[in-house]
């Protein structure tokens, strides 16, 4: 598991683990949304215009800029 | 401490704060408490809206049930989170006995319970209620209610507010709700940083879960949810769908709200003209019938449009597809400092930028959301088109066009351009200027798809028609009034002057009645302080190619921006404002008294146009933009804005035709 990506940089579908968050304040909030380090997260969709990505993490779906994205850092699974 | 007097005769009070993260479904809840009695505000100093109503909670107690915007953790970083956060922190002077209910989504009790436990540790009163036992029985899970009370320390009531269950049990539970001394969630750690106390309490919530939810597998994402998504925010059908829905919402605040809008438009003439025929004429019957009535009918011709903007509205937020409308439209208009949501206001704006600006609500970023309703008055709104029609003709002739397009319609379309490019440049400027101290990350919850709940969508136009007609309307009555009586008198004994005229017959002898009445009429308004007015301003708006004729129009228009056209009527003395031919025909003629010139030539035509397409002249924006932004100092900022780029588009476009 060495495949270390931004969370933006993720393509629809794909699975991965939330492995570290940059941005304390972000951090803070995704995890009152349910979004925490450790957790796997599903690209459910990536808008049409490219920004903002819809994933799901724990049967709750979440929708965030890339701009906040990229300071996610994730593993990808396999499917 | 338990309740003593409950069982007793007494009656008693207490109050009921309901907190819980969004989508949680904390609006169901309380309208199954209240009904409709219940009241919208704003909590004070912001802009975050603040429902409160009654409930009957048993024999001989009763509540007051207090709204509280949605969130998802006690460390606010919203403007309406702060206000939950705050208000949990106050001390209220009347020292009404409090309980707080939770209400979490119990299909999604991991991040649910996050607020409920910081709630315990805060050592407040506390009931929680698990809302959508539902879709847990649908998922095949079961929670063991016993458990999570225990474990708590607090009472726990299964319940499905969307169909009015576990209401009985959770007034029950109010009823004989008692405090008790707790032990807290986790323990205290001094100087902990707020990441590492939400991991810790993350960490124990997972471990109740656990072993509350039986069957906890892997949760999923609802399936219809899914495939909804794969069509509705689909590159091509995603669009599509759209395009379609706002065309249907168009068709409503459009055309359908015309009927209703025309009745009541109706109803208030034939009011008025009953009102002046039964009181003795007088200063009084003026002021009722031009001033007050003529307001009133001024506010509730807003009613249909408001009611049907909203009930779309309601619609899309409750079914989910609000959301999705945001996530395709958010990656365009955060360029111009909006919100994917901005989209909603600006298309309506088109037909009219009160329930627009109304509509702002639904953005919850608070820069955004002033964004958005600062320029949504720069869309054409339909009142405009009145204005746009009569000045088109008076300049084009019909037969014009470029190539096969008829010039008349290019003209149309091109203003209704020019307003959608202001608005969106104007904004994409304003986001250097706007400063917020909100947390700039946007992470929004998707909720899933759900059929909307039909009572749910009558209290909210319920609550936006109250809320415009008692908030923005008493602004829009004040205002109607200084216009009323600013055309209505004028200066010393000018008024008089003018009645022995006419009164002593000087004119021509073989003129009819009523078409001395109109001149009457004519003189008075060019006699009156909005005559004055409009003569005052003339060398102002002289280089714009404007007579003071068409001054005592804008300054009329402030009331509405169709006045405009029936200000012209009187001053050009034509009986019927609707008869635009003949107003057309007589302001054709009108020639400018010292160079014997044409006054509407092309120049100050296209002018006008440039004018009221940019100028903000409509005392009902004003008044909602004060409301929604709890402060006078955005309208009068966007009055200023919008009239400096009105002067100067204007001062341009003379230039260039002349």
């Known amino acids: 598991m060495s495949n270390f990506i931004h969370l933006s940089e993720a393509k629809k579908g794909d699975f991965v683990r939330i492995e570290s968050i940059d941005n304390e304040k972000l951090s803070v909030q995704l995890l009152c949304m349910g979004c925490m380090v450790g957790e796997i997260a599903h690209i459910e969709q990536i808008a049409p215009l490219g920004d903002p990505m819809m994933i799901s993490i724990d049967g709750s779906l979440l929708s965030l800029r890339k701009s906040d994205a990229r300071e996610v850092i994730v593993s990808q699974l396999k499917k | 401490m338990g309740r003593k007097n409950v069982g007793s005769n007494q009656k008693k009070k207490i109050r009921l704060l309901l907190v819980g993260n969004p989508n949680a479904g904390k609006s169901s809840l309380f309208n199954e408490l209240t009904g409709l009695n219940q009241q919208v505000g704003n909590f004070p100093g912001v802009t975050v809206e603040k429902k409160s109503g009654n409930a009957k909670i048993a024999e001989h107690l009763s509540a007051e049930v207090i709204d509280l915007p949605g969130t998802y953790s006690l460390s606010p970083r919203s403007e309406d989170e702060r206000v939950t956060f705050d208000y949990l922190n106050q001390k209220r002077p009347d020292n009404k006995e409090e309980i707080i209910v939770v209400i979490a989504d119990a299909s999604n009790l991991r991040r649910n319970l996050l607020l409920c436990s910081q709630l315990i540790d805060l050592n407040l009163p506390v009931i929680l209620a698990l809302n959508m036992m539902d879709i847990v029985q649908k998922n095949k899970q079961s929670i063991d209610i016993k458990y999570l009370s225990e474990t708590l320390s607090i009472p726990v009531v299964p319940m499905n507010a969307r169909l009015g269950k576990g209401i009985t049990e959770l007034k029950a539970n109010i ?163 909006l919100n994917g949501r901005s989209i909603i206001p600006l298309l309506s704006g088109a037909a009219c930028a009160v329930p627009a600006i109304m509509s702002a609500r639904t953005i919850s970023n608070k820069k955004e959301r002033l964004l958005t309703i600062f320029i949504t008055p720069l869309i054409s709104c339909s009142a405009r088109i009145p204005v746009y029609t009569l000045i088109i003709a008076l300049i084009i002739p019909a037969e014009a066009s470029i190539g096969i397009f008829n010039l008349q319609g290019i003209v149309m379309m091109a203003l209704y351009l020019f307003g959608f490019l202001a608005a969106i440049g104007t904004s994409f400027f304003m986001k250097f200027f706007v400063k917020t101290n909100e947390s700039s990350h946007f992470i929004m919850e998707m909720p899933i798809y759900r059929a909307p709940r039909w009572k749910n969508v009558g209290y909210t136009i319920v609550n936006k028609v109250k809320v415009f007609l008692f908030e923005a309307g008493k602004i829009i009555i004040a205002i109607s009034i200084i216009l009323w009586i600013l055309s209505s008198y ?68 402030f009331a509405a921006r169709e006045v405009f056209v029936g200000t012209m009527a009187t001053i050009y003395s034509v009986g019927d404002a609707d008869n635009t031919t003949s107003l057309k025909e007589k302001m054709n003629q009108a020639k400018d008294p010292v160079t014997g010139e044409k006054i509407y030539t092309k120049a100050t035509g296209y002018s006008l146009l440039i004018f009221y397409a940019f100028a903000l002249q409509c005392m009902a924006t004003v008044a909602i933009v004060a409301r929604e932004t709890a402060s006078w100092k955005w309208p009068v900022i966007q009055i200023i804005y919008m009239g400096a780029l009105a002067y100067f588009a204007s001062l341009i476009t003379y230039n260039l035709f002349s």
């Open chain 2, 175 to 337: 009823t004989k709700f008692a405090r008790k001394d707790r032990p807290p969630f986790i323990s205290i750690i001094e100087g902990e940083k707020p990441i590492d106390n939400a991991q810790r309490r993350n960490q124990r919530i997972r471990e109740i879960v656990a072993k509350a939810v039986t069957a906890e597998g892997e949760m999923k994402v609802n399936d219809l949810t899914r495939k909804l998504d794969a069509i509705l925010t689909h590159k091509v059908w995603g669009y599509a769908i759209f395009l379609f829905i706002l065309f249907l919402i168009f068709q409503a605040v459009f055309s359908w709200s015309e009927f209703p809008m025309q009745m009541i438009e109706e109803g208030f003439l034939f009011f008025g003209n009953f009102v002046a025929e039964s009181l003795p004429p007088g200063v009084l019957n003026d002021l009722l019938v031009d001033g007050i009535i003529a307001g009133l009918g001024g506010i509730i011709i807003f009613i249909p449009q408001i009611a049907a903007l909203f009930a779309f509205i309601s619609i899309l937020e409750d079914t989910g597809y609000l959301s999705r409308i945001s996530f395709m439209m958010d990656g365009l208009l955060k360029k111009f400092g």
């Open chain 2, 490 to 557: 004028g200066p010393g004994d000018s008024f008089e002057k003018i009645d022995e005229k006419y009164a002593s017959g000087l004119l021509e002898p073989n003129i009819n009645n009523e078409t001395m009445e109109e001149q009457r009429a004519s003189a008075k308004l060019q006699a009156s302080y909005a005559g004055q007015l409009g003569k005052f301003i003339e060398p102002a708006i002289k280089p714009l190619g404007f007579d003071w004729k068409i001054g005592i129009s804008i300054i009329t228009s």
